[in-house]
């Protein structure tokens, strides 16, 4: 893995994913607070009758500006799932999916599931173990491909996860 530098990009429009497990729209949202190194950002999804919550990090490759991801996690508008989405640059290479590394143990990869002109998706439904995992943990690495053989190891921070994902509504 490359030498990478967590570099936040908050410029007061976030990202946000939208209701649904089976949404594709990508909004702009309000942040609300801040969690450590995690934003809660909530917009109204159109045709909603409510508010819709994620907490989100924003995070670029030092070396490779042009390589970065949106981290949100929220609940979807049933309060039935709990997902981790990733929104990675267009480029990367689909087949070889998104990798997850927490505190140095290998959690396995996730496959993409859709693109859209911003970027593709890779999305996990978030068990209790998973939850707890990253709220007692203290960084997190999602490692996205350029070649089958390449891998980009891209730091996320966990400080603040545990008290955010507590204040999702």
């Known amino acids: 893995m490359q030498t990478i530098k967590r570099h936040l990009a908050y410029a007061g429009i976030?990202?946000?994913?939208?209701?649904?497990?089976?949404?594709?729209?990508?909004?702009?949202?309000?942040?609300?607070e801040q969690f450590g190194d995690w934003q809660m950002s909530c917009d109204t999804p159109p045709g909603a009758s409510f508010e819709q919550c994620a907490i989100i990090q924003n995070v670029m490759?030092?070396?490779?500006?042009?390589?970065?991801?949106s981290v949100i996690v929220l609940k979807t508008a049933d309060r039935e799932a709990r997902l981790l989405r990733v929104l990675a640059?267009?480029?990367?290479?689909?087949?070889?999916?998104?990798?997850?590394?927490?505190?140095?143990?290998?959690m396995g990869r996730v496959a993409f599931v859709r693109c859209l002109p911003n970027g593709c998706?890779?999305?996990?439904m978030l068990d209790d173990a998973l939850i707890q995992t990253l709220s007692g943990?203290?960084?997190?690495i999602f490692v996205v491909f350029k070649t089958p053989e390449e891998g980009i190891g891209i730091p996320v921070?966990?400080?603040?996860?545990?008290?955010?994902?507590?204040k999702l509504p």
């Open 137 to 140: 943990g203290t960084n997190a």
């Open 61 to 69: 490759a030092e070396d490779q500006p042009n390589v970065g991801l």
């Open 14 to 32: 976030t990202l946000l994913a939208v209701a649904g497990s089976s949404a594709s729209v990508v909004a702009q949202g309000t942040v609300r």
């Open 121 to 124: 998706v890779a999305e996990v």
């Open 157 to 166: 921070s966990l400080n603040g996860f545990a008290d955010g994902f507590g």
């Open 89 to 106: 640059p267009l480029g990367v290479l689909l087949p070889n999916g998104l990798g997850l590394n927490i505190d140095g143990k290998d």
